[in-house]
């Protein structure tokens, strides 16, 4: 009897033991939601875009309101694989206007900026701690630095010629060496200027200005100004014209989104008069001319019109899909996957309640799981950034 | 469930009370009485007690660790950290009791449904360096409902006495979540406005099961008072503080509800510690006859 007595007290012992919940600092990095507040009620913050560290914290590229310039201040935080705040950097303003990509590149992070008396280019390098903040000028008097990228060892940078009122892609080197430039003519007339200069000084439309090379090709594409139309234009940046143009209507369509899947495909979003098409994987034309128009794609009312759309390629549970984050109607960052092969649609993920919150950038990490940082304005008016980190088996359960 | 513990309690009084109408025996010789004494004492040396019992509880919480959605990049985290607000709010709970009682020692078995509230606060500020009326100010309060099934093991001791019987109990307990709710209220004052401006946001209710721990433990001490009726009915009066050990907060899903952290809300990890007072009824399980009689000491 008493011997039974004693198993029956150890087994209801070992129960209640056993299934209590313990602190994990596992759960604490894969899941967490951040927004970084300051408590000046006229700072105003936004992300460009992010990167995970290889300690697993994350530093954020972002812009920051100026109160005695049009153009926008750099901002760069840094925050710990728990999404706590570690240290932040606001960049003198004789640097102005960051643009994406942020590039990682051996154990230093890039960005392009321009100056802000003459607007020419600037390339700044920041490391893994925030500790240093390094900014050389870009040979080749580029000026109006509008989208970057990273490809092999060298970056591909769209920038603006208000001279010759050209949008121009450029390879430059990591010390900021130009190495090859071409420009192509946005068209004749203040008309076609003034939309891209109220995109510069932030009065007007940000546009989706983006650039790369074409994967698996010697080719690149920008998106951008070209022939009086936001475009997606092919070159090898030699030739005076361009090997391809896909159309948009003037500045009322295009692509808000574009990524080299390789060959002619790509994965793509487009915008036309407020409307907004996803383009998961299509076939696009790098030669000759076509347009944005008649490429159809999946339309999704729940998103705002001429939404911001930011596109991942990434590995989840063994399946290569896309990751498309934007932003809706209901004021949440939207995430929707796509089968990467097959183009099809896998299912939805929304981000963010009561504060308004908007998408800036996606970023798959060490660990499998994804970043997502944004905007949020707190008390519904403060603009501050935000990180959403989203764990492996979160992804998974999206994919599955 | 309320109203059938309600019957069950009356059919246990009023059994008991038929058992006390029982007519007296006559007068037995001393010798018998003696015999008998010994063997009263010898059967109230043990007796299975069953009662229903019921009572407010106070809650407080312990934070192990805390967390927070809104990371501070030129003010300290103490502005903003949660104020919990201890013994604030009145819960409730039930409970069967079944207890064998040996030699003034009672093993009791008090498996108990416990609603627990418990609240904090937080608030933000926001003021202007060039315009200082430029000013606004949120204000949360987020309550939290949690719902236990309590499995406890309890030791009781009765001190002494007979009619009034005083006892101290200490114990070890699990605890199953039930369910969870929480609900946010946000109040504000912008002075950016022109004016004065106070304002109060929509409650956020949400529920909030996979926020809180699937079980967690704790121990138990408390005193008590059992007064006994004459008629095999005791009244219980009982006093027990509930001292979490472990953590009451999934840490897996800490960050699972959009909407809080949209509100800049995430729970800390945290222990639980209930003041629990309850008053019920106990009645004895073992008798001496078939007439439901059974003995009290004189």
Redesign the interface.
């Known amino acids: 009897m008493n011997k039974r007595i004693l198993i029956l007290i150890t087994l209801l012992g070992g129960f209640m033991f056993s299934c209590t919940e313990e602190s994990n600092p596992a759960f604490d990095t894969n899941n967490f939601t951040s927004i970084f507040d300051n408590s000046k009620f006229d700072a105003s913050y936004f992300p460009i875009d992010i990167r995970q560290t290889p300690d697993g914290g994350y530093l954020v590229l972002g812009g920051r309101k100026l109160t005695n310039s049009n153009f926008t201040g750099i901002y760069l935080l840094k925050a710990d694989k728990f999404g706590k705040f570690v240290t932040e950097i606001e960049v003198e303003e004789s640097s102005v206007n960051p643009i994406a990509k942020f590039a990682a590149y051996q154990d230093k992070y890039y960005f392009f900026c321009m100056d802000a008396v003459t607007q020419e280019a600037q390339l700044v390098d920041v490391d893994a701690d925030l500790s240093a903040v390094n900014i050389t000028p870009v040979e080749g008097g580029l000026t109006y630095p509008a989208a970057s990228s990273f490809e092999g060892d060298e970056f591909v940078l769209l920038s603006y010629n208000n001279g010759s009122k050209e949008s121009v892609i450029s390879l430059v080197s990591v010390s900021g060496a130009l190495q090859i430039s071409k420009g192509y003519s946005i068209g004749t007339g203040e008309d076609i200027e003034e939309p891209i200069i109220n995109h510069f000084i932030r009065t007007g439309r940000q546009y989706p200005f983006e650039v790369g090379r074409v994967a698996g090709s010697s080719l690149y594409y920008f998106n951008g100004f070209y022939n009086y139309t936001f475009s997606l234009v092919f070159t090898n940046i030699t030739s005076d014209d361009p090997i391809g143009v896909v159309q948009g209507q003037q500045d009322d369509g295009g692509f808000s989104a574009v990524t080299s899947l390789g060959g002619s495909k790509f994965a793509t979003s487009r915008f036309n008069f407020g409307d907004n098409y996803l383009l998961p994987n299509k076939d696009l034309s790098t030669s000759g001319n076509t347009s944005s128009t008649d490429l159809g794609g999946y339309s999704l009312p729940e998103m705002v019109e001429n939404a911001e759309v930011k596109i991942l390629r990434a590995s989840i549970d063994n399946k290569n899909v896309l990751i498309y984050g934007t932003d809706t109607k209901t004021k949440q960052i939207g995430l929707l996957f796509y089968d990467e092969a097959a183009g099809t649609f896998i299912s939805s993920r929304y981000l963010g309640f009561s504060n308004p919150f908007e998408i800036a950038s996606l970023t798959q990490t060490a660990d499998g799981g994804l970043a997502v940082c944004g905007t949020t304005y707190l008390a519904g008016r403060f603009p501050r950034i935000c990180i959403f980190k989203l764990s492996k088996d979160k992804l998974a359960e999206n994919v599955n | 469930m309320k109203r059938l513990s309600l019957l069950l309690l009356c059919c246990l009084i009023i059994t008991a009370g038929v058992a006390q109408e029982k007519k007296r025996k006559k007068p037995a010789s001393p010798a018998y009485k003696e015999k008998k004494a010994k063997e009263d004492a010898k059967f109230l040396n043990k007796q299975w007690w069953l009662g229903l019992k019921a009572g407010p509880n106070w809650s407080k919480v312990g934070v192990?660790?805390s967390?927070s959605?809104?990371?501070?990049?030129?003010?300290e985290f103490d502005?903003i950290a949660k104020q919990y607000k201890n013994y604030d709010l009145v819960g409730s709970q039930a409970t069967l009791e079944v207890t064998f009682y040996f030699k003034g020692f009672s093993f009791s078995f008090q498996p108990t449904y416990q609603h627990s509230r418990f609240l904090y606060t937080n608030s933000?500020?926001?003021?202007?360096?060039?315009?200082t009326t430029?000013?606004?100010e949120?204000d949360f309060e987020q309550e939290q409902k949690v719902d236990h099934a309590i499995?406890p093991?309890i030791v009781k001791y009765d001190i002494m006495g007979n009619k009034i019987r005083p006892y101290v109990q200490i114990g070890?307990?699990?605890a199953m979540l039930i369910n969870a709710s929480k609900s946010v209220s946000v109040k504000?004052i912008d002075n950016?406005a022109g004016g004065v401006n106070e304002f109060t946001e929509e409650t956020?209710n949400l529920g909030a099961k996979d926020l809180f721990?699937?079980?967690?433990?704790g121990l138990m001490g408390g005193v008590g008072l059992n007064y006994n009726l004459g008629n095999n009915v005791r009244l219980n009066f009982d006093v027990l503080y509930r001292h979490g050990m472990?953590?009451?907060?999934?840490?897996?899903n800490?960050?699972?509800s959009?909407?809080?952290?949209?509100?800049?809300d995430?729970m800390d990890?945290l222990t639980l510690d209930n003041l629990n007072i309850s008053i019920g009824c106990l009645f004895p399980l073992r008798f001496l006859s078939s007439g439901f009689k059974t003995l009290d000491l004189k």
Request: net charge negative; aromatic share 12%.
């Open positions: 192990e660790k967390y959605v809104i990371a501070p990049t030129n003010y502005h933000y500020e926001w003021t202007s360096d060039i315009e430029n000013h606004v949120l499995i093991l070890v307990y699990s504000g950016a956020i721990a699937k079980n967690h433990w472990s953590n009451i907060v999934s840490t897996k800490r960050y699972d959009d909407r809080l952290s949209g509100v800049g995430v990890d």
